[in-house]
């Protein structure tokens, strides 16, 4: 009884008082932002107010070795390796979004939004606006990106965190996210807690990797992916709704 009470007053204080970390996930409280970059491209604009819930997220990108469990448990083959071969502590790349949101569902999460993944990588209540996921005239020692990664990715948590202590959310792998993408979807709506569109053809893409120039590490860019194709330089992390943590 102790334990369950124990318990139960970590999550209430988590959700009520600020960042947690738990089963390596990070405590994102909610609250409102500023999504979008009136200075970016067209998929980015405008900028807009979006409310989010409390959630939490993966501290760190899911790992070959993570991945690794997920295909014996569920007797998955393991995708192609890259050139560097497997190294267990590197983010899993070369996986569609199909292979990502299966992941995830074993795993009892799910895909981030493109408004969760935003708001987390700018630091979520605690942001300094900064460009790129914890700094704005840092990058090199906070990305792995085609400057320094020598075309491949590196170790998770190598380069410093962002504000909510969240590593790698610009460069190493770019990062799928959960929603249908529709270039003109800031432009057309902009719901208070949004889980973007209801359908469309491709999924929206986030963070830049070790493959992208600066320009494709920032917080708001935004790509896209069909979700039943490879990509080299893509990988993922989950996130949980704070309700459904055990």
């Given at each position: 009884m102790r334990q369950v009470l124990f318990v139960a007053l970590f999550f209430i204080s988590a959700t009520l008082f600020g960042q947690t970390e738990t089963e390596g996930m990070i405590f994102v409280k909610g609250g409102t932002f500023v999504?979008?970059?009136?200075?970016?491209?067209?998929?980015?604009k405008p900028e807009h107010e979006i409310t989010l819930n409390n959630f939490y997220i993966d501290?760190?990108?899911v790992t070959v070795l993570e991945y690794k469990k997920f295909c014996t448990a569920t007797k998955t083959k393991m995708p192609d390796a890259p050139l560097w071969g497997w190294i267990d502590n590197h983010p899993i790349i070369n996986?569609?979004?199909n292979d990502?949101?299966?992941?995830a569902k074993w795993a009892g999460k799910?895909?981030?939004t493109e408004a969760e993944w935003e708001y987390a990588a700018k630091g979520g209540s605690l942001s300094k606006k900064n460009k790129y996921s914890g700094t704005t005239t840092d990058a090199l020692n906070f990305t792995w990106s085609a400057a320094n990664a020598s075309e491949k990715t590196h170790p998770v948590g190598e380069k410093k965190p962002n504000e909510l202590g969240i590593f790698d959310m610009s460069g190493n792998a770019s990062e799928y996210c959960n929603d249908f993408?529709?270039?003109h979807y800031y432009k057309a709506c902009s719901p208070k807690n949004p889980k973007g569109p209801r359908e469309g053809n491709f999924n929206g893409v986030r963070g830049g990797s070790y493959l992208s120039q600066n320009a494709g590490l920032t917080n708001t860019v935004r790509a896209y992916a069909d979700q039943t194709k490879i990509s080299l330089g893509t990988g993922f992390r989950c996130v949980k709704d704070v309700t459904t943590i055990k």
């Open positions: 999504m979008g970059n009136n200075d970016g491209k067209e998929n980015e501290k760190y990108e996986i569609s979004w990502a949101n299966a992941y799910r895909l981030p993408y529709l270039a």
